[in-house]
């Protein structure tokens, strides 16, 4: 199994509607994406001055199974979404 974790750090100036898009477009893709084995994401609560302010968590079989998200149409537009609203994405993917 593949975990993979990402965090956001909006532009100062996103609106709540732009991440209440990118919420909506997020919690879509586990029915649309076969490869997703688990799925969860979040607003930061602590809002500390090293937090991020978005966070994703989810589960994969491989990295196969992992790129096939990465490149699936319906995760690159919500890719795309957050491009636009996001100063900075950090990841990482580690096994479990």
Known sequence: ?????VLFKFKPDTS???????EKGLAGLPARIAEIKHYEFGRDVV??????DF?????F?????LERY??????MAVVNQLNMIC????????TI
């Not at 199994?1 to 974790?5: A, E, G, Q």
């Not at 079989?61 to 199974?65: F, N």
């Not at 990465?70 to 995760?75: E, G, I, L, M």
């Open 1 to 5: 199994m593949l975990k993979h974790i």
């Open 16 to 22: 709540d509607v732009n991440i209440a898009n990118v």
């Open 47 to 52: 809002q500390s001055d090293r937090s991020f």
């Open 55 to 59: 966070g994703l968590v989810s589960e």
């Open 61 to 65: 079989e491989d990295m196969e199974s």
């Open 70 to 75: 990465r490149t699936h149409p319906y995760h």
């Open 87 to 94: 100063d900075n994405i950090i990841s990482v993917d580690f």
